[in-house]
């Protein structure tokens, strides 16, 4: 059976509705925006980055995105996992004191240093450590930084995500997987607004 | 590794990119793995040598990309689907994406003092309307919270963007926040 169009339920777009017609002009963008979702979530080898953690990091990529549809829906498929429901409390707790604004962060030296702006170095608080593990602490202090301090990025944030057991595969589905999610969350967020300003 | 020499300033110059961590090297790659590349040329580029690590996610992300900016059947002019990238990666603060997509901005508008004026001054120099709606749009999209609302449409209308051309807009920046992040993150520019 093939899954509903993940973007298109996520923005309420009806089959039919003006937006659903806009939307197939770029039909292998919409394809392959779903692919992408499901190539993530339904992976064929979950042996480097588990669907358990898949699931943990997308519910905190997107809370810290504020309260949509997309936080409830990550939110859901997180508590619906055997071994996630017992990370929904951490989540929760590490969202709320990782909520803050971007993008921020500093440049390499030089002219583009007046642009430097100072915010959040998030860490995973003591008390979640236990329950998230040296893997998805890892982990979600990467994704705090690429939510919100892309910019920030540095070689020692790869060694930090080996040294707490990241393969260097596992790394690369981690990444895409949270920048895919700044994608989807901003095309649903962006066609939730355009449909309501048409109605 | 090669020495780097990051780029401290934006530029519509060309920049190489080196990979932190290891790409997968040319002789391991499988059908499979072209697959996920796509172009098969891309082979000789270690940052998608290096995202083929997971060449199902790659092939669903090139061709998400291919189809937002190449598909100039209808809908906006590919040189607004560039600004909207260069504009995001100039927010978002990614030099690398930002030099390609102005490049591109520049080939398809011939505005290129333009660009280089988005690029030097940043998401505020002022474009003209059209232009300064589709950047707003973008920079208001790459936002977290996100911070795009009714008077980014509301302004993109007014600038004479249809629906249609509203979700280039939207796909393109939107595509911009996935694209800067793995550039950002998992290598580094170097002139």
Known sequence: MATQDIIDTLAGIAPGSALDAIRARRLQARENAQKSYLSLFEP??????????????????????GESPVASFYREKLAANADGARLIAAIDAEIARGMTSGPYGSYPAGPLSVENTAGLIYRVSAASKPALGARLAAAFEQAHLLVFRPRDAADADMKALLAAGWSTT???????????????????????TLAAASA | MSTVNPPVAFTQDELGWVSWIDPL???????RHFNGLVDRARAKSEYFRLLVRDPEVLEARTKTDKDIFYNVADGLPRAERELA??????YNGCIYCASVHARFASTYSKRRDDVQRLLDEGVKADLGERWNAVVKASVALAATPIAFGPDNIEELRRAGLDD???????????????????MLSLGEPSK
């Open chain 1, 44 to 65: 064929i080898d979950a042996g480097d980055f588990s669907l358990v953690e898949r699931a943990a990091v997308a519910a905190l990529v997107t809370g810290l995105h």
């Open chain 1, 170 to 192: 596992g790394i690369v589905t981690f990444s895409q997987l949270v920048a895919f999610l700044s994608f989807q969350v901003r095309v649903v967020s962006g066609l939730r």
């Open chain 2, 25 to 31: 090297p040319e002789a391991e790659l499988t059908e």
């Open chain 2, 85 to 90: 990238a260069a504009a995001t990666s100039r």
């Open chain 2, 164 to 182: 249609a051309e509203i979700v280039d807009v939207i796909n393109g920046a939107s595509f911009f926040n996935w694209a800067n992040r793995l």
